[in-house]
């Protein structure tokens, strides 16, 4: 959990602040640049981290929550990270996601660069556990799609490994776009019962002038938080 949350550091974009709160909408104008990133509708991409996590999935109710009733019937593309190896796999999403096997050090950055490339609603289904943190891709790719105006919501799913009683997460990583109506995230979101899982943690991430501040955990998700 500690590595994803100082990956997020996305730190200073070497702008100028706005010294007053009543400038805060110029500002924003002027140095954010204009969404033209329109992303494709009808074109959910699911990209699912093959991990020795995931190989415990029986353990994780809300996994099974999430994909079996919620993915399963949003998800257009399906890619499986496949330690280096990013493969497009055809069928069932519920099949796909019964026969998953642990690969080692998987292509994070290649399934980073492909979401922010191709403009599609997208989520990422990870440990985030082999992530290097002397590699900063997690913290530029979410700034590039943030630049293009998008926004992204992330899920934590805490679990104990029952073979070595260490306490162990799963993320869930949606990109999306909060203005556009039907979104993948507001989806989820209405979808996942999220009272039924007080340890699930949740934060959304946005640039926007409205309002200041990071809020993690339990935030609002009508919010948007300011990077």
Not at 8 to 21: A, H, I, Q, V
Not at 64 to 81: D, E, G, L, Q, S
Not at 120 to 141: G, R
Not at 163 to 178: E, N, P
Request: hydrophobic share 35%; with cysteine.
């Amino acid at each position: 959990m500690l590595l994803l949350v100082a990956a997020l550091s996305l730190g200073s974009c070497d702008k100028p602040t706005p010294e007053d709160e009543e400038y805060l909408y110029d500002f924003h104008n002027q140095y954010t640049p204009t969404c033209s990133h329109q992303l494709l509708p009808d074109s959910m991409t699911l990209y699912v981290d093959y991990t020795s996590t995931l190989v415990m999935k029986a353990q994780m109710r809300f996994y099974w929550h999430v994909m079996k009733n919620i993915m399963a019937n949003k998800t257009k593309r399906y890619y499986a990270i496949k330690g280096q190896e990013i493969i497009r796999m055809a069928g069932d999403v519920v099949e796909l996601l019964r026969d998953v096997s642990n690969y080692e050090n998987p292509d994070l950055k290649g399934a980073l660069d492909r979401i922010v490339s191709d403009n599609v609603e997208a989520m990422l289904v990870t440990d985030c556990e082999q992530l290097d943190q002397k590699e900063p891709f997690l913290k530029e790719a979410f700034k590039k799609w943030l630049m293009k105006g998008h926004d992204i919501y992330i899920i934590s799913d805490p679990f104990v490994d029952p073979k070595t009683q260490a306490h162990r997460f799963m993320f869930y990583i949606l990109f999306y776009d909060a203005d556009n109506p039907n979104n993948i995230a507001d989806y989820v979101i209405r979808s996942a019962r999220l009272n039924q899982y007080p340890k699930v943690k949740r934060m959304k991430i946005s640039i926007t002038p409205k309002v200041k501040g990071f809020h993690g955990g339990h935030s609002d998700p009508d919010r948007k938080s300011v990077v």
